[in-house]
């Protein structure tokens, strides 16, 4: 069972940049895509980033050129670069792994905070 622990969230002005750490318990099978999404109460959940096993990144629209997405193998550790950030960028950020065709997400961290004042 790989857990999965995040980390690097916190309280910012719009503007400024915030670094998110996932730290996997174990190596995860090279078979696996990673990802981040956030969440927003009384709103969907969204995929902000994905990192495919091919090590192709795709980015939701909202967040396309102010984040980065990647991986530090020999860490075990996927990171979110995440520049320029905006109030509406305020959710509670999630890491996940999985298969691709289960949208990279058969596990789930327990989510960091990140909070954006503008």
């Known amino acids: 069972q790989v857990q999965l622990v995040e980390s690097g969230g916190g309280s910012v002005q719009a503007g400024e940049s915030l670094r998110l750490s996932c730290a996997a318990s174990?190596?995860?099978?090279?078979?696996?895509?990673m990802a981040w999404f956030r969440q927003v109460p009384g709103k969907p959940r969204e995929r902000v980033a994905r990192l495919g096993i091919d090590g192709g990144a795709v980015y939701a629209n909202s967040v396309l050129g102010r984040f980065t997405i990647s991986k530090d193998n020999a860490k075990n550790t996927l990171y979110l670069q995440m520049n320029s950030l905006k109030s509406e960028d305020t959710a509670m950020y999630y890491c996940?792994?999985?298969?691709?065709?289960?949208?990279?997400?058969?596990?789930w961290g327990q989510g960091t905070q990140v909070t954006v004042s503008s």
């Open positions: 996940t792994a999985g298969l691709p065709v289960a949208g990279c997400a058969r596990y």
């Open positions: 174990e190596y995860i099978d090279s078979a696996y895509c």
